[in-house]
């Protein structure tokens, strides 16, 4: 076992090293600031529609008094809804010439004025175009009425008990942690170990396999192979973190701490979600070997990495049935199923208090791990190793 | 069952040993019943033709891959992974990582044999300097020439010391003063007590070096034993020139001796020369030249392996 593990080490050191001391890495490490990057610029350009479609502005043409009184009523409907949602209101002073006024106002572009309220709040009257914007007209309609009559406007006192959380609210925001660990864990994966697929490609082009071959069983090549590119990936992630674009965003909105507590708490968790990162790799990581094993050349790797990530997909999606439901049949047979089990767990984590199934999980995924790493060994030896013509199952002649 | 009994028994006493190889590929047999005795310290030469089953027996003693059938025994062990820290191998296909420095490259494969990293790395630097590439060392193996490269991965294949070394075709792609370099550094392991298999093409290197060659065509083994029994199963040739055209002495001339030119050229009687050359003497010959050659292992090889075994050797090119 000992010579097994130190073959596996030697393998991983080799590749671990070629890997992050290689330049590509650096591309590797950069790679999330792309969809940073585009994120900015869509983000900018999103900003920039979103402010010419924002809710209109409409100039009141009032007396100081009445001006203030219906800025009231949109401060105090401000508290129900949000205020970015509420027409804007500017105040302009009635001038003698009321129409070449209205006239002027309608023809301004900083800022876009969408109507003219003009009449006070005795004689009110709009002038502009709502057309298609019903509710910006009923707003107006009711910050008028509570303008008119702010006593009536005033809310209720609502004496209000906190507790810190309701069942309904408790397992609809547990749902939530429970989702967004999936997805962390769906996308971490789905962009770390595609890797897997190319990684025997090296050995088989250039022939060192054969050496390697003769001097180590290929269970260790494939284990050494895997964990390296696990702790590359980890190298990556710790590196990205590290940068603070997560860690900023996080702290921005409040860090975790805005989530609710899953069930298994904070600590519990995140430990959690280290591990099933690990085996949810590790799996699929293994699976992809033992296909990317079967290629001799990268256009066969590119061409199996399309299935390969469809596969990747429908597997998240069967993982995501245990949201919300974690006991449901189709729940526990996401846990069960080796490729989904990481993900569905970590969702379970959220929602379900309780150890006991995370320790037996863990110990199942890592058999399959161990199972399918052998099968992958096996099969790389019987149908890649082989000095004669390659037997592929679709081309074999029936008995 | 009583077969096994005796391999066992003899087993201790071989480095390699291998009774009854098969492998089959999808309906082709490969190797044919392959039995094969080495002993420790030897030099072992597995000679044939391309296609002959050279590198996939060697395939199966290495351990890549398993034969279908027959029994292998590698340094004592059934399973040759198990001695893997004691075997160095040289495949035919050469590869080395390109951009893997040259001392680490042979480092690395030291590594893979069990050896620790930095004692690699120390010996790879004194290997390197003594076969002149100490300058080389720190260089990516890309920036090699071929010739360098393969140097690079032989020194892999001994840096750990091995008790075995097996070579599949280790001549090929050398140039002449590469190979020469290389057969000194066999003569040398083999000196310091390391069995050595070398598979080749090439009769010449085989001849040159091995004590004991497996003669192997058609994925059976035609001969296995010592390169001077491979000659003895041929009589040496004698060729004689005579003064005289006719006489007495041509009674000494066997049956079957051909002209060729001015020459006789028969096989040495079983006797030996010194009967044919009293009766040439005796009978007036008249002797202007006599040569006795002793048969190559080329001759034997035609004799063993068939005419067509032969040819086929013929075809490629003799480094």
């Known amino acids: ?399 | 069952m009583l077969r096994r009994a005796q391999h066992e028994r003899t087993a201790d006493r071989l480095a390699v040993e291998a009774i009854d190889l098969v492998k089959d590929f999808d309906g082709t047999r490969a190797v044919d019943g392959v039995s094969l005795a080495v002993p420790p310290g030897s030099i072992y030469g597995l000679l044939g033709p391309n296609g002959a089953g050279k590198t996939t027996t060697l395939r199966i003693l290495i351990g890549i891959i398993d034969p279908s059938s027959g029994i292998r025994r590698v340094l004592g062990r059934e399973r040759p992974l198990d001695a893997a820290q004691e075997i160095g191998y040289l495949p035919e296909e050469r590869g080395l990582y390109p951009a893997m420095h040259a001392r680490d490259a042979i480092a690395f494969m030291g590594a893979l044999r069990g050896m620790p990293i930095a004692e690699g790395r120390r010996r790879a630097d004194a290997l390197l300097a003594e076969h002149n590439l100490g300058d080389w060392a720190k260089k990516p193996i890309r920036t090699l020439s071929k010739g360098m490269a393969q140097t690079v991965q032989l020194l892999g294949t001994i840096i750990h010391k091995p008790r075995l070394i097996m070579l599949d075709e280790p001549f090929a792609g050398l140039d002449a003063i590469n190979q020469g370099r290389l057969e000194e550094l066999i003569r040398r392991e083999a000196r310091a007590g390391v069995t050595i298999i070398f598979s080749t093409h090439v009769i010449a290197h085989a001849e040159r070096l091995c004590e004991r060659v497996a003669i192997i065509a058609r994925g059976k083994v035609a001969f296995d034993g010592r390169v001077d029994d491979a000659r003895a199963k041929l009589s040496s040739i004698v060729r004689l020139r005579t003064r005289a055209s006719d006489g007495p002495w041509r009674s000494a001339i066997p049956a079957g001796a051909r002209r060729e030119g001015d020459e006789w050229v028969f096989e040495l009687p079983a006797a030996g020369p010194e009967p044919l050359l009293k009766a040439l003497i005796d009978g007036g010959a008249g002797i202007e030249t006599l040569a006795i050659e002793r048969p190559g292992l080329h001759d034997a090889f035609v004799a063993i392996a068939g005419n067509r075994a032969a040819a086929e050797m013929g075809q490629e090119k003799v480094q």
């Open chain 1, 1 to 399: 076992m000992m010579r097994f593990l130190r073959s596996a080490f030697v393998i991983a050191r080799r590749d671990f090293s070629a890997t992050v001391l290689s330049k590509a890495f650096i591309f590797f490490l950069l790679g999330p600031l792309f969809p940073l990057l585009l994120g900015g610029v869509f983000g900018g350009i999103g900003a920039r529609v979103a402010s010419q479609t924002e809710q209109p502005v409409v100039a009141v043409v009032s007396s100081q008094q009445d001006f203030e009184r219906l800025s009231a009523a949109r401060d105090q409907l401000g508290q129900a809804l949000d205020p970015d949602a509420l027409v804007k209101l500017i105040h302009y002073p009635p001038e003698p010439d009321l129409a070449a006024q209205q006239q002027r106002l309608l023809g301004t572009r900083q800022p876009p004025i969408r109507a003219v309220l003009s009449g006070g709040l005795d004689h009110p009257r709009l002038t502009g175009s709502f057309d298609g914007d019903p509710a910006a007209l009923g707003q107006l309609r009711l910050l008028i009425a509570n303008a008119r009559a702010p006593e009536q406007a005033n809310a209720t006192i609502l004496p209000v008990t906190t507790v810190r959380a309701s069942s309904g609210s408790l397992a609809k925001v547990r749902a939530l942690t429970g989702q967004i660990g999936q997805m962390l864990l769906f996308f971490l994966t789905i962009l770390l170990s595609g890797m897997l697929l190319s990684q025997l490609i090296e050995e088989k082009s250039n022939k060192i396999i054969e050496v390697i071959a003769a001097a180590v069983p290929i269970d260790a090549l494939f284990v050494g192979k895997l964990f390296a590119m696990l702790a590359a990936s980890v190298v990556g992630i710790v590196v990205w973190v590290s940068a603070g674009a997560l860690l900023i965003q996080m702290v921005k909105h409040g860090g975790v701490t805005t989530l609710p507590p899953p069930a298994v708490g904070w600590p519990g968790f995140l430990a959690l979600a280290v591990i099933y990162f690990a085996m949810n790799y590790l799996l699929l990581g293994a699976a992809f070997l033992t296909i990317g094993a079967q290629a001799s050349t990268v256009r066969e790797v590119q061409t199996m990495s399309m299935p390969v990530t469809f596969a990747q997909v429908l597997i998240f999606g069967f993982a995501s049935t245990v949201i919300g439901n974690p006991d449901s049949t189709e729940g526990l047979a996401a846990a069960v199923f080796p490729l989904s089990s990481p993900m569905a767990m970590i969702a379970r984590a959220a929602e379900q208090p309780g150890w006991w199934p995370h320790v037996l999980a863990i110990l199942w995924q890592a058999l399959w791990v161990a199972l399918i790493l052998h099968w992958g060994s096996k099969l790389f030896r019987k149908t890649v190793l082989k000095s004669g013509p390659r037997t592929r199952w679709w081309k074999r002649k029936p008995a």
